[in-house]
């Protein structure tokens, strides 16, 4: 499992979803059991016997790689959701993008036990959205124990961004 090649399973598509961007696609990591499964592996061998109370995970592509973790641990799944996706009462955070503003979304319910939770995503670029995210779970009286992303882009710099957070990639690039 050590030498997995994992970039080998990450398709790099130019110029999506604008010129410039080099995006890291992993409907390819999905399409290969062995990456998926070494992926998830990989969460579970970190992640178990952690004290870990809970899996937050970051609209959408979070959750496919949350979602297996969740259930092998056995705990609960929190969702962070794009605005106006939950029907419930929700907390809300507003954050900068390039251009304009977004905003994350959690069901206020699932917060109101304090939990030590890991949070999760796809890729870390700017690391805007997990801020937000751990921001709203932090003032809700839970902790980021950890952010699992399985892709990172340190060059862009979310190091800074997610100061104080513990950050862990099964894979990183840098630059082009
Ligand atoms: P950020 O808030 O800048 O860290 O953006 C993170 C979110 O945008 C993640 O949920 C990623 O799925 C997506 N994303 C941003 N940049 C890329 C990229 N170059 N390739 C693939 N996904 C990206």
Known sequence: MADFDLDAHIRKVPDFPKPG?????ITSVLMSPEAFGYCVD???????????EGIAAIDARGFLFAA???RELK??????????????ETISREFELEYGTDVVEMHRADLATPRRLLLVDDLIATGGTLRAAADMIRESGSTVEEIFAVIGLPFLNYAGLL???DIHTLIEYHGE
């Open 163 to 165: 100061d104080g957070i």
């Open 75 to 88: 705990l609960p799944l929190l969702l962070v959701r794009k605005k106006g996706k939950l029907p419930g």
């Open 21 to 25: 961007i080099l995006f890291y696609d």
């Open 42 to 52: 990989a969460m579970i061998e970190r992640y178990r016997g952690r004290g870990i």
């Open 68 to 70: 297996p973790l969740a």
